[in-house]
């Protein structure tokens, strides 16, 4: 009998996130974009910039709201990032660089 609960201990109320992998992955993610911001001098215009979780436990990195500036600011940067990118296949000579070149 004894043995018989602890088969049963895995209770869906006793479920924490603390012992979900998505948990941490939504967490990790959410710290590797905050770093990131804050080198882009962007760290004040997330203000809701945090990890979470859905309802069916998948992990979520919950972004917010943010303003016009800080969202073409944002845009930006991804634009600048993705022509280094495209420059750094260039000068490796890589043959894909030609064929991302043409999505802009």
């Known amino acids: 009998m004894r043995d018989e609960a ?3 201990d895995h209770d869906a109320a006793a479920w924490s996130p603390l012992n979900s992998h998505d948990w941490y ?19 004040k215009d997330f203000p809701y910039l945090r ?13 917010g709201r943010v303003s ?9 940067l991804l634009r600048l990032a993705l022509a ?6 260039e000068e490796s000579g890589d043959g894909t660089a030609e064929h991302h070149a043409g999505k802009d």
């Open 6 to 8: 602890t088969f049963h």
């Open 68 to 76: 016009p500036v800080t969202a073409e600011r944002l845009a930006e």
């Open 84 to 89: 280094a990118g495209l420059r750094r296949l």
């Open 51 to 63: 990890a979470d979780l859905n309802a069916f436990g998948h992990g979520l990195v919950e972004l």
């Open 25 to 43: 992955a939504a967490r990790n993610a959410t710290t590797a974009l905050r770093d990131a911001l804050l080198r882009a001098g962007l760290e």
